[in-house]
């Protein structure tokens, strides 16, 4: 039995070897374009980009501008 069995948050999968892919790049929304994600399949060199979906988990670490009082 091997460790290989934690599947990571994505839940995408390599379409080429199926293995789970990981998130290489995340790409901010910019204007009315979604927050894109890159995952890549470290096997097969295999990328893949899809708009992210919105989670309310999200925070605004990366927007200074919110102060709150
Ligand atoms: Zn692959």
């Known amino acids: ?11 995408h ?6 293995r789970p892919m ?3 790049l995340a790409i901010p929304r910019f204007g009315s374009f979604p ?12 990328s893949l980009t899809e708009a992210a979906k ?5 925070t605004d670490k990366a927007i200074p501008r ?3 009082t």
Do not use: I, W
Not at 2 to 9: A, I, Q
Not at 54 to 58: G, I, R, S
């Open 22 to 24: 990981r998130l290489a």
């Open 54 to 58: 919105e989670t309310a988990k999200q």
């Open 35 to 46: 927050e894109l994600h890159t995952y890549d399949c470290r096997s097969c060199g295999v």
């Open 66 to 68: 919110a102060p709150r």
């Open 1 to 11: 039995m091997d460790c290989d069995n934690v599947v990571p948050m994505s839940g």
């Open 13 to 18: 999968f390599c379409p080429a070897c199926g």
